[in-house]
């Protein structure tokens, strides 16, 4: 629909709602942070130093443009493709009928490019947040059955022939306010209130149910797609009993072997190759802990279950998978070769991802990346091309932040928190995010948390055969985070 989101009156964020939610009592809800600053008296005391981190302000948000998550690929966020133009504008598709509503993206894939799960999803700064509860998301599969070190060619070979994709997906709703003459909500804007309706979906459905065999195998293929929240999983029978399960890639990139969890914690981008296989009948639910950004006093929006497994003994004579496979010895072709090491590091970054709370500012509160806040133009960082980067990410408050950078994995050197209260399942929730970001060590991702209070350390390198060059990004995951200013551009130039 040319310009929906207008038509549904979805705009821009508006100062006076930014000056609403300050001078409503005990909001916005991030004590003990506290705030800082007189309380504006009108919406015009409220301070705007830029534009670009007001969501909707410089852009509409029926404006679009893509990014293909994990991808190793040339860089596609600015105009034109790959440019070095530090000062080039975002690529932005446009609903009118100008030249701008179309445009052709061309890409290349190395040839050792890791074969596995990746997705798509939109990405023009201001409107990703709301256009991402919207569904804007995608799956992208690198190679298939038929290509040799591909996991879909691995696991035949060993007798796992079926695999699931499974997307978690978080919708907001403003109950208050319908399309006249119709059942249709709008959509819940970036100023939360207690009476929004935040429902969690798989693959676009409510608590759907899955069908397996005793005994069988089946690869599933795991996104969070959620937009402002994570999602710790864990697995339960009949009876509450947590049920192991196995994974055997990270972010599309294989593993040597599966390794055993009872819980993980992924967050907004991340993807996990699960493995799942059941020694008994019957009806297995599939728990979703939703973990928000901010920590205070407990880590979770709740838990329920994002869908059931339905067990069965009556086995085809047909079936021609391998049942009762024993995980453990199953052997992948890993997605990254190699390591690298603290030896062929030359370069070192330190990035401290903060939420300010200045009352007179907007947006409310204030997302910045090393005391500044975004410009699309500003280049924070310089990197060469295949020379090895150690960064240090850090959260110096009490905020979960899934770090991502654009087009180049990254290998997981070590976390460190200094506050992290509660449990996925059974498992404390420290120990589940340290377990799924450095289980097997180290682990190959392309988007990672920085825990609250606490310290992300990884190794990078900017190209492997192919050094793709240009303006690029690295930002937080949590996307209303990213749109009102925790990200940054960075530029990677020829050795």
């Given at each position: 629909?040319?310009d ?33 600053g ?8 409220m ?20 990014h ?89 070979k ?7 994709f ?28 207690n ?14 149910t ?15 797609a ?34 055993q ?49 339905e067990?069965?003994?009556d ?8 049942l ?25 970054n ?12 907007a ?7 090393n ?72 682990m190959?991702?392309d ?6 209070f ?42």
């Amino acid at each position: 629909m040319t310009d929906g989101m207008e038509k549904l009156k979805q705009h821009e964020t508006s100062i006076a709602e930014y000056w609403e939610l300050v001078k409503e009592p005990g909001q916005p809800n991030l004590d003990p942070i506290g705030w800082f600053g007189p309380t504006p008296e009108t919406p015009g005391d409220m301070i705007v130093t830029n534009d670009q981190d007001i969501p909707g302000a410089d852009t509409s948000f029926d404006n679009v443009n893509l990014h293909f998550h994990g991808m190793q690929i040339v860089r596609h966020l600015f105009y034109p493709q790959g440019t070095n133009n530090a000062s080039a504008p975002w690529i932005t598709l446009t609903p009118d009928n100008s030249e701008s509503r179309c445009f052709c993206y061309v890409f290349e894939i190395p040839f050792d490019h890791p074969q596995g799960t990746f997705f798509w999803h939109i990405h023009r700064h201001g409107s990703v947040a709301m256009q991402a509860w919207q569904g804007m998301v995608g799956f992208l599969q690198v190679g298939n059955v038929e290509s040799a070190g591909s996991p879909d060619n691995d696991l035949a070979k060993q007798g796992v022939i079926r695999d699931e994709f499974i997307a978690l997906w978080e919708w907001s709703v403003d109950p208050k306010h319908r399309v006249a003459g119709t059942s249709t909500f709008f959509e819940g804007n970036f100023i939360q209130r207690n009476d929004y309706i935040q429902t969690f979906l798989t693959n676009n459905g409510y608590q759907p149910t899955y069908s397996m065999y005793v005994g069988e195998t089946v690869h599933v293929r795991l996104l969070c797609a959620q937009t402002t929240t994570g999602s710790g999983i864990y697995i339960l029978d009949e009876d509450d009993n947590m049920i192991p399960f196995w994974v055997f890639a990270s972010d599309g990139i294989s593993y040597s072997h599966a390794v055993q969890h009872e819980s993980i914690l992924i967050g907004p981008g991340q993807r996990e190759g699960v493995l799942l296989q059941f020694s008994k009948a019957g009806k297995y639910s599939i728990m979703q802990q939703i973990l928000n950004d901010m920590q205070v006093g407990g880590n979770s929006g709740g838990d329920a279950p994002l869908g059931f497994i339905e067990v069965s003994n009556d086995i085809p004579v047909d079936y021609k998978g391998i049942l009762n496979i024993d995980i453990s010895t199953l052997k992948f072709t890993p997605g990254m070769s190699g390591n690298i090491t603290e030896e062929d590091v030359i370069n070192q970054n330190s990035i401290n991802f903060e939420v300010q709370s200045i009352k007179m500012k907007a947006p409310v509160p204030q997302f910045i990346i090393n005391g500044v806040e975004f410009d699309s133009s500003r280049i924070v960082e310089r990197e060469v091309a295949a020379v090895a980067t150690s960064w240090t990410l850090t959260s110096n408050m009490n905020y979960f932040h899934p770090f991502h950078i654009h087009v180049n994995p990254f290998q997981v050197i070590m976390m460190h928190t200094g506050n992290i209260t509660g449990t996925v399942g059974e498992t404390s929730l420290e120990d589940a995010v340290f377990d799924t970001n450095l289980n097997p060590h180290p682990m190959w991702r392309d988007t990672v948390f920085i825990p609250p209070f606490g310290m992300t350390v990884i190794r990078q390198r900017f190209g492997e055969s192919v050094a793709w060059t240009g303006k690029t990004v690295f930002h937080c995951h949590f996307l209303d985070h990213e749109d009102q200013g925790m990200i940054a551009a960075m530029m990677i130039v020829g050795a």
